[in-house]
């Protein structure tokens, strides 16, 4: 069965600084996904990876994707206050059940 | 373009009450998921159905019930409520299908209380 780790699952930095959040999965899979939630509130998309060597951005934000090492990892880069929220990544297995399982998310706090 | 509808928004309920749930995808998307969401068990996949045929299942008992409409509309139902239900449900769609990146799209979710 699938498994996602995410670590650290918290993380408080201040503005400015950069960090790395990693997301580990157990079995073979050449999708994932990375979520924004907000408290309260529902499930962004930020990224679509979907094949080994995938590197995407948007802002201060970059994923990527090693399929052969099953990694992905959510860079932030010179953090804002903004970028504060949960961040989940998720992945659909190659074989088995076709349902998008979740990593148990990393609450990111940034403070001024 | 609307995006993923759920409704209610927030509903309470007693214990051994049931509950129902309604999820209207984005237009053209045939694949609508559900999932529950609780600070002890994170994010665990309930169901999924495509075309009005539920595809997969999770591991939920039988309480948990679903179905999909010709136009792709979405209901889940719980019945005999148990405190342990109180979620946030998310409804998800998505393409799904020959090309499609299987990205989810997701609701505002159904705040479930049960007391």
């Known amino acids: 069965e699938l498994k996602v780790e995410q670590n650290p699952l918290f993380l408080s930095m201040q503005e400015g600084k950069n960090y790395t959040i990693y997301c580990n999965y157990s079995t073979t899979s050449d999708r994932l996904y990375w979520y924004r939630q907000d408290p309260g509130k529902s499930l962004e998309s930020l990224f679509v990876?979907?094949?080994?060597?995938a590197v995407k951005q948007e802002g201060r934000l970059m994923a990527s994707l090693d399929t052969k090492a099953r990694l992905s990892t959510l860079h932030i880069t010179a953090a804002v206050h903004d970028l504060s929220a949960t961040y989940f990544c998720a992945v659909f297995p190659i074989q088995g059940a076709q349902k998008l399982v979740f990593g148990q998310g990393t609450r990111l706090t940034i403070n001024p | 373009k609307a995006g993923v509808t759920q409704t209610p928004r927030y509903l309470i309920k007693t214990r051994g009450q049931q509950v129902t749930l309604s999820c209207s995808p984005i237009s053209g998307h045939r694949s609508v998921s559900w999932y529950q969401q609780t600070p002890g068990q994170g994010l665990q996949f309930l169901f999924e159905y495509f075309s009005e045929t539920q595809r997969n299942k999770g591991n939920f008992p039988g309480r948990f019930s679903g179905r999909q409409f010709s136009n792709s509309r979405s209901e889940m139902n719980v019945s005999t409520l148990e405190l342990g239900d109180s979620a946030l449900y998310l409804c998800?769609?998505?393409?799904?299908?020959?090309?499609?990146?299987?990205?989810?799209?997701f609701g505002e979710g159904s705040r479930l209380t049960v007391l």
């Open positions: 990876l979907l094949s080994n060597g």
């Open positions: 998800a769609s998505s393409l799904a299908g020959g090309g499609s990146t299987g990205e989810l799209f």
